[in-house]
């Protein structure tokens, strides 16, 4: 079966009564920010918040009764996972889901509460793939694999045919890429319905397979990433023969990249989104320039990040933008210095956030304290007008960033 527009078109009639029709915003602040028209296609608002969902009810639906009788197995840590369970516990169709050991409990709980039977295995997809295909070979499940296969790849592509029906005039689609499903359905599907709109793909530095292919370069694999739904070591050659034939260039994104391209929704645009999104927000934000004046479409692929690296993102953006900033002042150690430092802070408008006051480490002299305050300011130039009124109150303050 071959991934052409004709498959994806049927994919998308056979799936479109139970898939959400997602907006396609256009994002008003981040476009002003970076100077082009940026669009954002929210998938994180998909059934499982992703848009896996589409490729995984995608290939459930081909399945025979005796098919679905027996049951399905997939391979995933995240949202694969999830969509597959989501779908074939709707369908009543029994699922078997094998997770990396070490899968975060919150998303084997979110898989469970699908209806899936988990099993964990394996340090990672590589490892867990073969555990999960003699499983089904044992058990006579049907592997439902997470992007190499032509009709879950079709179902992907669905996307591009929403935001051209949405935003028929875009001159670039934004895909992040890892296996290669979702940009070769949407490319395919892109390439159809407007033939010169330009397909990028988006990757993690730090697991630049698809790029390194598509370049005939070497591959980079750096360790973890905040990206980890596109943290793939190999892409299929199906979807990578595709990419070759339909993508225009595929580009990377570091890891501090990626973290400021979440934030950035999340501040700019109240859009919360996974690293993957992430990283195709910071290809966008890193060649800004290259799309000056162009309408540019981003795939919010999906919006399952763990709260708590969610904030402590938010926490190192605020730091990031100067809007979070630790005071570090060598005092006299006698009463009424913390209370005017505090006064001078306040009437600059800034606020105190937290007070470290220590007197018996020894890189102070023995009549002296070291005192950290944490403070929140409007932006960096906010910080430098505070430090500036408590150095003319005559107190010695250094601060942890780059504004001296």
Sequence with gaps: ???????????????KPATMRTPTVHAARLSLQLGIDLYLKLENLQHTNAFKARGA???????????????VIACSAGNHAQGVAYHATRLGIPSVIVMPEGTPFNKVKRTKDFGAEVVLHGSGFDESVQFTLDMAAEKGLTFVHPFDDPVVAAGQGSVALEMLEQVPDLD????????????AGMAVAAKSVKPDVQIIGAQASNFDAVKAQFDHAETHFGGATLAEGIAVRAPSAANMAIINRYVDRVETATEAQIEAGVFDLLSQEKIVAEGAAGAGMAVIEKFAQDFQG???GLVVCGGNIDSRLLSTLILRG???????????????????????????????GANVVEVIHQ???????????????VIEARDKQHVIETVDELRSAGFRVRTDTDLD
Excluded at 1 to 15: N, R
Excluded at 359 to 373: D, F, N
């Design 294 to 296: 162009k309408k540019v």
């Design 1 to 15: 079966m071959a991934l052409d527009p004709d498959l994806i078109t049927k994919t998308y009639a056979a799936i």
């Design 57 to 71: 009810l995608a290939k459930l639906l081909t399945l025979t009764e005796a098919e679905r009788k027996a049951g």
């Design 359 to 373: 007197r018996m480490m020894q890189s102070v002299s023995l009549k002296q304290a070291e005192l950290e305050i």
């Design 318 to 348: 605020l730091v990031r933008d100067g809007r979070i900033t630790r005071l570090t002042f060598e005092i006299d150690d006698k009463p009424g210095q913390l209370a005017d430092i505090s006064r001078i802070i306040g009437q600059a």
């Design 172 to 183: 670039v689609i934004v895909v992040p890429v890892g296996g290669g499903g979702l940009i």
